[in-house]
């Protein structure tokens, strides 16, 4: 295959250009293995597999050194020096091995390099008293400490969550409150009965409703009246449960010494339901005679005592009773040590009682006690969370607190260390003084409903059931005090639009309509009525509040910003991330479903607030973590150039503006938006000309003016105004200086300055190649829109059509990637894409065509190829007279010269100018001829030898005039006029109905002296096309046939 070198060329017809280029040269002679220049910078294996030093792919083709200066293609050929014509390069692109280094260096690298509850609310509670005494804690609690340390999304997603959490547990706490009421207290007062035993639980749903919705009017209008008479319901509801805990301690103490009497009727080892008969017998004896019992009926359906209609199960085994409350003392807890879960409608059995091995009948099922739903660890756990939530009661009502950094922690570690030893042993108690069949029967059917706790209690059941009642309408009251609180912080913050009517309330203070709305979604949870489908719903959105109470902890711990000083000093990140990965895994472990459930409700809230625009600054944790995760990468990318593959333009957009601060040609931002698809860096930039002290305030407006159009164009980037005594310096200092780091611009995108020819100031056309030069040198690609305002708007789609790239030299791949990045937009999505390129008369265009169609092939690009053959290298009388014209009008623009007094007064003008703040053009700029200073008054005496001058002047034009007749065109000149009006006119032939036309851009002479007749070149060039995008590579390719 062939062999390539890149070599570093010392070659002193390369001025000063080429070093403004700064590009290596690539050599693509065919040499044997044997070959080798002692420049040779390429490594190879001898099997073809070269790693380049240069990641540019360059071609001098020495080897047929006429072929630069063409005819045809003579308006590139200082390109061709540096860069291959396209048939040189398909000619050597045989397995396209050798297109980009960057691929196989990146293999080559990559191989050798070869290479529960109650610790998790104290954690929860730690974590929250760090953020709570690191400031002023006003109405809001945990949403104000999440929102303030990870900014308005988050805090508006959780707090929406663990409002909703909160107004589901004032609903469960209601239900808890109404159950014991018809239960325990008055269960007479139910208004709905039910005729069929097997369905009771319809009947009690439903006095639940009712009941429930009458306890929420009464507890929402105590919280309307006001939160002090809410505060003096809490002390009673303390009291009483305060005497109900220590009547439980009192009633197991007394168990030692006098076990209650409390049976339990067992058939065999199954537990029966006590509601359906009085005697725990199979037979009774009235009046001296053995007859049936109320047991025996139920089960044989008769009161005879034949066992032939008995059910099998009660046939075979015997009826014994059990205490169900064996005491203290009794080691029982050896038994309930173990864990013992059930399958919905399995029978509560006693293990250790003698069993026959019968089943019996189904339809006796009613008459044991089962299990209603399937239990597990996952399942109780989710229904006993709840009673662990309090946790949040007094930071929900910070607003309230005198002084919550200090109440906050204090208040809420006690609460949990007094709940935990409260619930820790009671748990103990409860395993040493009750049977086990007691304590899994769920409602008590086995003891005639009666409240086990209570029966343990000492001094009466009343005491555990009063105090029952109310400390669940205390937990309510709270949670629909709490409530409305949070949702009026969330309200007022304005991050959630139409929630900002429940930001008012009373004149004090009372939020009054949150209340109204809290008290709808708390009725929602009270029509639910169960109590098992209501808790997980709550406990996940604790669960989700805690979660991300524990991750502000970490993040702000993390950061170490410098006001993060919190007065509560015994927290630390590792116990913040426990607590954070125990609320995860709860949340995942109780009910998944119900996890998945609440991060999508989560995950809307905070694209909703995204999507609305929350900008709101409150220092927050996610915003330093974004510049901590955005220094890692700006240093990361420090570390090399990116790789081909991950290659995408980073615009440096030049914009000018009018003289009122307008943006002049918006279709600029049009097209950075369209080629972007908001991906990757976008810089829009500009320049002022002036002094900065004195046009400081223009720049702030022109930089406020631009962004608004970047907003309206939906450009996703940067704006950079700056201020330079030229604005050709300026652009100068945004090429070098824009970005950080590796976040830098690779491609510079300008307008055409339009009316070049018409001005006689040179200045516009000499800023603009100036600006080329500079990208250049840069190694930057470089792309100009010509007719930029016919380019379409972002709302505008064409349903048809092409664009078409003609493929002159190579670039690096530029002209191949643009329209694919355009095709991802939806305005150009529906055109197809073409590619021309040109073949000489020694050029095979049939070949050239196949190895286009396969590189295409190769690229994954899909274009329709053309070869478009230039044999006619003939210099036409029109492209002479053309270039005619060009020289004459160039001459005659370099005679034209002011008379002195004219300077003179030009020069005042100037001076009269600078004294104003003024709005330079990108395209205009000082020239380098310093204006000799100018005397307060000028002369304007007519002397002799003025008057002499003056007719020596005039003798003289006539004979420039005649110079101008005569001037005869350099042949260089037409050369290059004869290819901008070959290619043109095939171009125009070709692509006349295209919708864009890519085409390399030709680079501008290395001689200044030339520059008005290269600007003559690019407008013969792109004549009589409507949209036409110019572009230069940036000294590297840019697209790779590798994965």
């Known amino acids: 295959m062939p062999h390539f070198t890149v070599v570093p060329v010392e070659d ?9 280029e700064g590009i290596n040269w690539v050599d693509y002679r ?26 540019f792919l360059n071609s001098a083709d020495t080897a047929n050194g006429n072929d630069y200066y063409d005819k045809n293609l003579a308006l590139f050929e200082e390109e061709l020096d540096i860069r291959p014509k396209v048939s040189s390069l398909l000619n050597r692109l045989v397995n396209y091995t050798i297109i980009t280094q960057g691929a196989k260096e990146h293999e080559e690298a990559e191989s050798a390099e070869g290479s529960k509850k109650i610790p998790k609310t104290m954690l929860t509670a730690i974590s929250m008293s760090a953020i709570a005494t690191n400031g002023v804690v006003p109405a809001g609690g945990a949403y104000f400490m999440i929102s303030r340390s990870l900014g308005p999304e988050f805090g508006g997603a959780v707090g929406l969550c663990f409002y909703l959490g909160t107004t589901f547990a004032a609903a469960m706490y209601i239900l808890g409150a109404v159950e014991i009421l018809l239960k325990y207290i008055v ?3 139910a208004i709905f009965h039910s005729s069929d035993v097997n369905d009771m639980d319809s009947a009690m749903l439903n006095n639940m409703r009712v009941y429930g919705t009458l306890f929420l009017s009464f507890m929402a ?12 319901f809490a002390s009673l509801f303390l009291a009483c449960v305060i005497i109900s805990i220590l009547s439980i301690y009192a009633g197991a103490v007394k168990s030692i010494f006098l076990p209650l009497e409390f049976p339990i009727c067992m058939l065999g080892n199954r537990t029966l339901s006590r509601d359906l008969f009085d005697v725990c017998a199979k037979t009774v004896v009235e009046n001296n005679v053995t007859v049936a019992s109320k047991l025996w009926e139920n089960f044989c359906s008769t009161a005879n005592m034949t066992v032939e209609t008995c059910d099998e199960y009660f046939a075979h085994n015997n009826v014994t009773e059990i205490q169900g409350i064996p005491g203290l003392a009794s080691g029982i807890i050896r038994g309930n040590l173990w864990a013992s879960y059930m399958e919905k409608g399995e029978i509560l059995e006693k293990p250790g009682l003698p069993s026959a091995d019968v089943h019996g009948s189904l339809s006796n099922l009613y008459l044991y006690v089962s299990s209603d739903i399937a239990t597990s660890f996952t399942v109780l756990v989710g229904i006993f969370f709840p009673s662990v939530t309090g946790i949040m009661a007094g930071s929900n009502r910070s607003g309230d607190l005198k002084d919550a950094q200090k109440s906050i922690p204090v208040g ?8 935990s030893l409260v619930y820790f042993s009671s748990v103990v108690l409860f395993g040493a003084c009750l049977e086990g069949v007691v304590l899994r029967d769920k409602f008590g059917d086995a003891v005639k409903k009666t409240l086990v706790v209570g029966t343990l209690s000492w001094p009466s059941p009343w005491v555990i059931v009063i105090g029952s009642f109310f400390s669940t309408c205390g937990a309510g009251l709270q949670s629909l005090t709490g409530a409305p609180r949070l949702l009026q912080a969330i309200s007022k913050d304005n991050i959630i639009p139409f929630l900002r009517v429940f930001g008012h309330g009373k004149a004090n203070g009372e939020p009054t309509w949150a209340l109204l709305l809290t008290g709808l979604i708390a009725e929602l949870g009270i029509l639910i009525a169960s109590l098992d489908m209501v808790a997980p719903i709550l406990s996940m959105f604790f669960l989700m509040c805690y979660l991300f109470v524990n991750l502000a902890c970490a993040v702000q711990t993390l950061l170490r910003t410098p006001n993060w000083r919190p007065r509560f000093k015994y927290y630390h990140w590792a116990l913040s991330f426990l607590g954070m990965s125990l609320c995860l895994a709860l949340m995942f472990i109780s009910s998944w479903y119900y996890a998945l459930v609440a991060m999508v409700i989560a995950g809307m809230i905070y694209k909703y607030i995204e999507y609305q625009g929350a900008e709101k600054e409150w220092g927050d944790g996610i915003r330093g973590l974004s510049l901590s995760a955005a220094r890692y990468a700006l240093l990361r990318l420090e570390d090399g150039p990116p790789h081909t593959k991950n290659w995408r333009p980073q615009l440096l957009v030049l914009l000018k503006l009018d003289e009122d601060l307008h943006v002049k040609y918006p279709r600029l931002l049009t097209f950075a938006s369209q080629l972007k698809a908001g991906k990757g860096l976008t810089i829009v930039g500009s320049v002022i000309q002036g002094n900065y002290l004195e046009t400081f305030g223009e720049a702030q407006a022109s930089e406020q003016a631009i962004k608004n159009m970047m907003e309206i164009e939906k450009v996703k980037g940067f704006c950079q105004v700056i201020v330079a005594n030229k604005v050709r310096d300026g652009i100068a200092h945004l090429i070098q200086s824009c970005g950080l780091g590796g976040m830098k611009h690779n491609t510079v995108v300008m307008g055409w300055p339009y009316g070049w020819r018409q001005s006689e100031d040179p200045r516009a056309w000499k800023t603009f190649i100036n600006t080329i030069r500079c990208t250049t040198a840069a190694h930057l690609a470089l792309m100009v829109p010509k007719n930029v305002s016919f380019y379409p708007s972002n709302h505008e789609r064409f349903t048809e059509g092409h664009m078409d790239v003609w493929w002159i030299v190579h670039d690096g791949g530029m002209l191949m990637l643009l329209p694919f990045l355009l095709k991802q937009h939806k305005v150009w999505r529906k055109c197809k894409m073409r590619i021309f390129t040109v073949a000489q008369m020694d050029d095979n265009s049939i070949q050239m065509k196949k190895d286009l169609a396969t590189f295409l092939y190769q690229l994954r690009i899909e274009a329709q190829v053309e070869v478009v053959e230039m044999h006619n290298s003939d210099i036409s009388a029109y492209t002479y007279e053309r270039t005619l014209m060009m020289e004459q009008r160039s001459q005659m623009l370099q005679q034209m010269r002011l008379s002195n007094a004219e300077r003179d007064r030009e020069a005042q003008l100037v001076k009269d100018r600078h004294s104003l703040v003024r709005m330079g053009s990108l395209y205009s700029d000082e020239e380098e001829e310093v204006v000799e200073s100018v005397p307060e008054k000028i ?4 002397t002799k030898d003025k008057y002499d001058a003056e007719r020596r002047n005039r003798h003289s034009a006539p004979q420039n005039f005649r110079e101008l007749i005569s001037i005869k065109p350099d042949q260089s000149n037409v050369r290059r006029m004869h290819t901008a009006v070959k290619l043109n006119e095939v171009i125009v032939n070709r692509s006349h109905d295209a919708k864009l036309v890519l085409l390399n851009m030709p680079g501008p ?3 200044s002296d030339g520059d008005e007749n290269y600007m003559e070149f690019l407008e013969v060039l792109t004549e009589g096309l409507e949209r036409v995008l110019l572009v230069r590579g940036g000294g590297r390719e840019v697209i790779t046939i590798y994965s």
């Open 187 to 189: 269960p007479e007062a």
């Open 1005 to 1007: 002479p290395r001689n």
């Open 221 to 232: 209008l105590v919280v309307f009246v006001g939160v002090k008479y809410v505060n003096k």
């Open 939 to 942: 002369q304007m005496t007519w």
């Open 412 to 419: 809420t570690i006690l609460a949990i260390i007094t709940t």
């Open 12 to 20: 002193n017809r390369t001025s000063n250009y080429d070093s403004l």
């Open 30 to 55: 065919d040499a044997g293995p044997g070959s080798r220049d002692h420049n040779d910078t390429v490594s190879s294996d001898g099997h073809g597999q070269h790693k380049e030093n240069s990641p």
